[in-house]
């Protein structure tokens, strides 16, 4: 398909043929997309970096089980092209006419959850989510569902009784009566041809199987990887960069799979931060304590492992836990494949082993019994919707408590994520006790040199390194 992309908008079939509509780049945000239209202004901007909700939509595709799955998505942060084979809900589209109010709505106002109203038309989205993915929501999954958005007037207690009543209702809105027809109009779309589309100096790639995502990758080395686009999009936002190629496998279902065996999780690169969060519940607990406070159901909708570990940051949260988990990467390319160990893959400030025609691929995570202690811990300024300050992972295995084998990892003390060897060194073969760790300690206070920057200063990095690893000894000790 040349140019053009389709998805349904107002429940109609929507298509935009950027060759004709030569406004819209395909970088274009869904935001700004949406706001150049007479009747969705209602989304609005605040930061166009995914920290306000002000942005909040909510996305329908086909689900496996051939129904449809919701997910509310911040659109400052989503390219245009994304959108083909979904359905786009936005603030206009929730009431059933323009006398009755959905729900969501009409609970906002019986609980005064609202008074400037900017940030208002992305909350009700969020609670829309919330609607259509649960039956009784606990308050946990309530706060959890409104971490991405702020509200500097109400106060989130309205807001969350709000959201508590709406479970009282039945799920038969207008979408639920619509729904056959609406996965009718999908499945009409949904044809997985290739999406090629060239204007205003600009390429844009979306397949949509791992076999054309490898041979647009041999052909086009010179093209910026997109999983998801929650970073490569603040590229453009925030720094006004051109990008002048882009592959987008977001929609390469191949890659959006996890598999367990008995010694090995393996997790397709295009699995969502939000899917291995729910995965993670029972499965990997220490992963899910970390998706938990890892920036917001939005943002988790869309961005990826794959992603997240491509973009190689500094302060990636997943990465110093997959140190101490000794994950391996899978990268393949259109004639090979090959298995790198994380502690490899990544090789300085946003610099990877990635070959210029490979994709990530898959990534393993080994299982460990119960004679490891594993954990991780994450220090920044908020709880929620923020990103580290410094992030430490701990593995340790004892014998009659003495330490024989241990594996330490912090992200935000260097340019990337290390392995503090020689801290490890200092313990290894040690009694496990308090003695020990003050030692180890001084050792881990001189290992990294951090940078000083608007977080922190590099001295209390030094110090909250430290104080982390007696954290980590106190919580453990027998």
Not at 113 to 121: D, I, K, R
Request: net charge positive; with cysteine; glycine share 6%.
């Amino acid at each position: 398909m040349k140019n053009i992309i389709k998805f349904i908008l107002d429940d109609k079939l929507t298509e935009i043929d950027f060759f004709v509509q030569s406004e819209f780049k395909s970088t274009t945000t869904v935001l700004n997309y949406l706001r150049a239209l007479p009747n969705h202004k209602g989304v609005k901007e605040g930061c166009s970096e995914g920290d306000c909700g002000a942005c909040t939509i909510v996305v329908a595709e086909i689900g496996g089980n051939n129904k449809l799955i919701y997910k509310t998505i911040d659109s400052c942060l989503m390219f245009l092209p994304m959108l083909h084979g979904k359905q786009v809900i936005t603030i206009e589209n929730i009431a059933s006419n323009k006398e009755q109010l959905h729900a969501v709505q009409q609970e906002l106002v019986e609980a005064n959850g609202t008074q400037c109203g900017y940030c208002t038309p992305g909350i009700v989205m969020s609670l829309f989510g919330i609607f259509k993915n649960y039956n009784k929501p606990s308050r946990e999954i309530i706060e959890n569902a409104l971490v991405g958005n702020l509200c500097r007037c109400t106060g989130y207690e309205p807001i969350i009784e709000a959201s508590k009543k709406i479970s009282e209702y039945t799920k038969s809105d207008k979408f639920f009566e619509k729904e056959k027809n609406t996965i009718k109009l999908l499945k009409r779309i949904k044809n997985n041809k290739l999406i090629s589309i060239n204007n205003n100096n600009q390429i844009y790639f979306k397949p949509f199987t791992l076999s054309e995502a490898l041979k647009l990758r041999n052909e086009n080395t010179d093209a910026i990887i997109v999983n998801g686009s929650t970073d490569i999009a603040l590229r453009q936002t925030k720094k006004n960069e051109f990008l002048a190629k882009i592959i987008d496998i977001s929609d390469v279902h191949e890659l959006k799979y996890i598999n367990n065996t008995d010694d090995c999780h393996y997790i397709g690169s295009g699995v969502s931060l939000e899917n291995l969060r729910k995965y993670s519940s029972k499965k990997l607990p220490q992963f899910k304590k970390i998706l938990d406070v890892f920036a917001s159901l939005q943002i988790r909708n869309i961005a990826t492992i794959g992603g997240n570990i491509g973009s190689a940051s500094p302060i990636g949260d997943l990465i110093p836990l997959l140190f101490v988990y000794e994950a391996k990467i899978k990268l393949k390319s259109l004639n090979n494949e090959r298995i790198v160990e994380i502690e490899n893959f990544i090789l300085d400030y946003r610099k990877t082993d990635l070959k210029q025609t490979e994709l990530i691929n898959e990534i393993l995570i080994p299982k460990y019994n119960k004679s490891y202690i594993i954990n991780s811990y994450k220090v920044s300024k908020r709880k929620d919707l923020d990103i580290s300050t410094v992030h430490g992972a701990f593995k340790l295995k004892l014998e009659k408590n003495k330490i024989t084998e241990i594996k330490i990892a912090f992200g935000g003390m260097s340019a990337f994520t290390q392995r503090a060897k020689y801290t490890e060194n200092s313990l290894n073969g040690k009694i496990w006790n308090r003695k020990n760790i003050e030692k180890a300690m001084k050792v881990l206070y001189n290992e990294f040199t951090p940078l000083s920057d608007a977080r922190s200063s590099s001295e209390y990095r030094r110090l909250v390194a430290k104080n982390l690893l007696l954290k980590f000894y106190l919580e453990t000790k027998q």
